[in-house]
C-alpha cells in the first residue's frame, strides 16, 4: 500500500514545487540576494521621496471664508491678490466668486491675470485672457453662443469655488445678507 504522502500529491503541488525552487535558488545565490535587496531599497527610497515631496510642498493656509456681499466693478477691483491678503475675486455672469485657492491661475503673474478682481465673462465668452472689463458690462452684445460658454464656464466654478455675492448694476443696491443666513451658509459648508 502506498503511503498517503504520495497518494495526496497533485500537479499543483509539483508546480509550487518549482516556484520553491526558484525562490530557494533565488535566496541561496549570494547575487541575487544582492539584487533583490537593491531592489527593495530603491523602492523604499522612491516611496520615501515621494512622501517627502508631498510633505514639503508650501502649505498656504486658506484664507476666511468671506462675509457674503455684493459688490460695485470698483470694489471688485480692490480683490486682484496684490495685496498682503492676497484675496483673488472674479466675476462671472453677476456672480463674484472667490478663486484664491487658484491663485495660479489668477493671481499676480498666472496666465488668467487679467482676470483678478474684475468681471471675466466677456474674457470667458471670446477666449481672450487679457479682456477683462473696467468698467460695467451688461454682455448683451455677446452671441448666444458666447453666453453659452459664460455659462458653461459659469458652472465650473460653480464646483470649484465659493461664491460670495453679485456683481451690482451701475445704481443697483446690495443685498443686505442677512447674518443669520450667513451663518447658516457657514454651518453648511461645515458639513459638507
Ligand atoms: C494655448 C491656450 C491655452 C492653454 C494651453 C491653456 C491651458 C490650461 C490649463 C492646463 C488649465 C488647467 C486645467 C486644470 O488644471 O484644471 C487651464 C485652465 C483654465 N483656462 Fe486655459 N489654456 C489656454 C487658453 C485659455 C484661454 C484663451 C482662456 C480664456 C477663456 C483660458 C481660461 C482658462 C480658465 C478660466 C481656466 C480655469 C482655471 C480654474 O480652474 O480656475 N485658457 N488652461
Known amino acids: ?13 509539483s ?10 535558488e533565488t535566496i541561496s545565490s549570494p547575487i541575487n540576494l544582492a539584487l533583490l535587496g537593491l531592489i527593495v531599497f530603491l ?3 522612491i516611496i520615501k521621496s ?4 508631498q510633505r514639503s510642498e508650501p502649505v498656504e493656509k486658506p484664507l476666511p471664508k468671506l462675509k457674503k456681499r455684493d459688490f460695485t466693478i470698483q ?11 492676497g484675496r483673488v475675486l472674479i466675476a462671472v455672469n453677476g456672480v463674484v466668486y472667490d478663486v484664491t485657492k487658484g ?7 498666472g496666465p488668467y491675470s487679467a482676470f483678478a478682481g474684475r468681471d471675466a465673462s466677456r474674457g470667458l465668452a471670446t477666449f481672450n485672457v487679457t479682456a477683462g472689463g473696467d468698467q460695467y458690462d451688461d454682455l448683451s452684445d455677446l452671441s448666444s453662443i458666447e453666453m453659452e460658454s459664460v455659462k458653461e464656464w459659469q458652472s ?10 453679485r ?19 457657514t454651518e453648511k459648508s461645515k458639513d459638507e
Not at 500500500?1 to 503541488?13: A, F, H, I, Q, W
Not at 491663485?103 to 503673474?109: E, L, S, T, W
Open 156 to 165: 465650473q466654478f460653480n464646483e470649484k469655488y465659493d461664491i460670495v455675492g
Open 103 to 109: 491663485k495660479a491661475f489668477y493671481g499676480p503673474g
Open 15 to 24: 508546480s509550487g514545487g518549482i516556484f520553491g525552487a526558484i525562490l530557494t
Open 43 to 45: 523602492v523604499y527610497r
Open 167 to 185: 456683481l451690482l448694476k451701475p445704481g443697483e443696491q446690495p443685498t443686505n445678507y442677512s447674518d443669520e443666513e450667513d451663518e447658516t451658509n
Open 50 to 53: 515621494r512622501q517627502e515631496e
Open 75 to 85: 470694489e471688485l477691483k480692490k480683490f486682484d491678490g496684490t495685496d498682503e491678503e
Open 1 to 13: 500500500m502506498e503511503s498517503s504522502d504520495t497518494v495526496n500529491k497533485t500537479p499543483d503541488d
